[in-house]
Each structure stands twice: as structure tokens, then as C-alpha cells.
């Protein structure tokens, strides 16, 4: 299962949307979450929606309803290879979060099954 820390998935917002490549989309991302006022949330998008069902109580950052984690503070890393992808981001309190993605059609989705 992977670590998902205090990311929260969910449909994209248009800031947000996800392009062709890893490293924009999980910028594009963290960026909305930390500029757009909002309450530190980063929206992911998710596999399938049994995926957020299961693993929304892991992912509320602080001020929501389970209070697991800080909001991202910046992306680390970012590794492609072929439709695969490891995502690690810097949370507030200086731990990692890390998320494998995977693309499909041509959009990166964070893959909820991995492990």
C-alpha cells in the first residue's frame, strides 16, 4: 500500500489538471495547494473511485476531520519510467510523502494499488 501521508485524492481542480508529464503535474499540484489560500490540500487523481474511498481517512491534512498530517511544502523528487512513476514531496514537518503514479491515456494518476 502506498504511504499517502496528508495528500488527499479527488478530482483535479483546473489549476491543477494533469498534463503528459510527472514532474509538471505533481508541480502543478503542490503549487495549487500552497498558493491558491485554500487549506493545504493537495487533490490528486486517483485510479479509481474504490481507490479514494479507501484511503480518504489516511489523507485529511490538519483542520479537516482526521488530522494525519501536515500540507506539502515542496516537491524532492521525481523518477519516469516508461508508464510508471515514484512522486516523493517534502511535507511541512520535514517528513516524505511518497505516491507511485502511473499513466494511462497518455494522464498521470496516482496508482492507489501499488505497494
Known sequence: ????????????????????????TAQALIDDALHSGGDGHVVLPYTNPGCRELMQDLMETPGATHDDGPPPKRLVSVTENGDTGNVDV?????????????????????DCSAS
Open 90 to 110: 517534502e511535507l511541512a514537518d520535514g517528513s516524505i510523502n511518497h505516491t507511485v503514479w502511473h499513466k494511462t491515456d497518455g494522464v498521470w494518476l496516482v
Open 1 to 24: 500500500m502506498v504511504s499517502v501521508g496528508a495528500l488527499t485524492l479527488g478530482v483535479p481542480t483546473a489549476a491543477a489538471a494533469p498534463s503528459g508529464n510527472l514532474r509538471d
